[in-house]
């Protein structure tokens, strides 16, 4: 794992110990960022499911200015950290260790907003659908930002949620992308 392109292209970055955590490969990393990107010229972002941090970093990388990680698991929360610390973006991200749900809650609390969120639960627990709904609802998506979820292939997820459209839906395998943006 590593991250694809930027400033820190080619940094290799560690995965979270154990099997709980599934890192996102570098084709839909590539992927992901060829669509809503791919270089950015300032911004920040919302990495809810973190794991080892890789779209986040992939993110800073390509120019965005600030990324928030969230992650419940210890191990993750002790990869992001480190990741962060190779790459030197430490100063430019905050890391909470906490469950999704109530980190939007404390978002919200400190009436943040993003001009990229990215969703990767575990695919055996997707909630989706809820996320999408408590982010359109409390106004966290800048007016021109992105919401990418990435998913099981199997899973088709709403057209809308709210002012959230999907723009584009992609699978790669056994890996389902589906991309919103907001539209009034």
């Given amino acids: 794992m590593r991250v694809i392109s930027g400033e820190c292209k080619g940094r290799p970055l560690k995965a979270v110990p154990g099997s709980g955590t599934r890192p996102t490969t ?17 911004g920040s972002g919302l990495d809810l499911f973190a794991g080892s941090g890789g779209l986040g970093i992939e993110a800073l990388s390509r120019g965005l200015e600030k990324v928030i990680f969230v992650d419940k698991d210890f191990n993750a929360i002790k990869t992001i950290k480190s990741n962060l610390d190779h790459c030197g973006y430490s100063e430019r991200s905050e890391v909470y260790r906490n469950e999704a749900g109530r980190a939007l809650k404390a978002v919200i609390k400190r009436e943040l907003t993003f001009d990229y969120i990215f969703l990767d639960p575990p695919y055996k627990k997707q909630k989706l659908q809820q996320l999408l709904e408590d982010i359109d609802e409390n106004g966290l998506l800048n007016e021109s930002g992105y919401v990418v979820c990435e998913h099981g292939s199997e899973i088709v997820l709403p057209e809308e949620a709210g002012t959230l459209k999907i723009i584009r839906t992609e699978s790669y395998g056994i890996i389902g992308i589906t991309i919103y943006k907001r539209h009034f």
């Fill in 26 to 42: 570098d084709k839909v990393k590539e992927a992901i960022f060829n669509i809503i990107g791919p270089y950015f010229d300032s």
